[in-house]
Antibody
Framework: QVQLQQWGAGLLKPSETLSLTCAVY????????WSWIRQPPGKGLEWIGEISQSGSISYNPSLKSRVTISVDTSKNQFYLRVNSVTAADTAVYYC??????WGQGTLVTVSS | QSALTQPRSVSGSPGQSVIISCTGT?????????VSWFQHHPGKAPKLMIYDVSERPSGVPDRFSGSKSGNTASLTISGLQTEDEADYYCCSFAGSFWLFGGGTKLTVL
C-alpha cells in the first residue's frame, strides 16, 4: 500500500519560492506517475505537473514558467518548487501517485 | 487552456441515479480515452473513482460508472447513498498535460 506524506512551508510572502516535499512509502517510483495538484480556497482542483513513469516531466502550461518538479529516487521523494509566488498561489497543495494515492494536503498561504 | 465544463451542482434522493457531465474539446476529452473522475469530500484528499473513461479502481462500488461520447464524458452514480454527497471532478489528458473540470457539487436530498 503506497502512502504519501508531504511537507513544506505554509506561509510565504509575495515573490518568495514555494517548496514542498512528498515522501513515498511502500511503493516504487517506477510504478506510478507522480503529480502535484492544488486547490485554491473556494475553487476547483488544478493540475500543476507530473513526473511520468518513464521519468519525463510535464507542466500545466499556465504555470510552466514558474514551476519545477524534481525527484530523488534514492530518498523516495519528489518535490515542487514554485517561484515568485503571489496571492493567487494560495491553495491546498496535494501530491499524488497515479491518481490512486494522495498526500494529506498542505495549505500554503501567500500574504504580505 | 480552459477547465473542462461541469454543471456546478446536481442533486438526487437516496436510491436514485444521477449523471454528471464533463464537456471538453477534441483536444482533450474527445481526443483521448484518458478521462478520470475524482470524489472530493471537503477537508480530505480526493479519491479516484473512475479512470480511462470507464474503469473502476479496486474498492470502488459498481454503482459508479463512466462513459464518453464525443467531447463529453459522464459519471453515473446509481443507487445514491448519503455518503456520496461530495464534490466530483473530471480530469482529462490534453496531449501534454492534464485538465480538470470545474467540479460538481452532488447533494443527496
Amino acid at each position: 500500500q503506497v502512502q504519501l506524506q508531504q511537507w513544506g512551508a505554509g506561509l510565504l510572502k509575495p515573490s518568495e519560492t514555494l517548496s514542498l516535499t512528498c515522501a513515498v512509502y511502500g511503493g516504487s517510483f517506477s510504478g506510478y506517475s507522480w503529480s502535484w495538484i492544488r486547490q485554491p480556497p473556494g475553487k476547483g482542483l488544478e493540475w500543476i505537473g507530473e513526473i511520468s513513469q518513464s521519468g519525463s516531466i510535464s507542466y500545466n502550461p499556465s504555470l510552466k514558467s514558474r514551476v519545477t518538479i524534481s525527484v530523488d529516487t534514492s530518498k523516495n521523494q519528489f518535490y515542487l518548487r514554485v517561484n515568485s509566488v503571489t496571492a493567487a498561489d494560495t491553495a491546498v497543495y496535494y501530491c499524488a501517485a497515479g491518481g490512486n494515492y494522495w498526500g494529506q494536503g498542505t495549505l500554503v498561504t501567500v500574504s504580505s | 487552456q480552459s477547465a473542462l465544463t461541469q454543471p456546478r451542482s446536481v442533486s438526487g434522493s437516496p436510491g436514485q441515479s444521477v449523471i454528471i457531465s464533463c464537456t471538453g474539446t477534441s483536444s482533450d476529452v474527445g481526443g483521448y480515452n484518458y478521462v478520470s473522475w475524482f470524489q472530493h469530500h471537503p477537508g480530505k484528499a480526493p479519491k479516484l473513482m473512475i479512470y480511462d473513461v470507464s474503469e473502476r479502481p479496486s474498492g470502488v462500488p459498481d454503482r459508479f460508472s463512466g462513459s464518453k461520447s464525443g467531447n463529453t464524458a459522464s459519471l453515473t452514480i446509481s443507487g445514491l447513498q448519503t455518503e456520496d454527497e461530495a464534490d466530483y471532478y473530471c480530469c482529462s489528458f490534453a496531449g501534454s498535460f492534464w485538465l480538470f473540470g470545474g467540479g460538481t457539487k452532488l447533494t443527496v436530498l
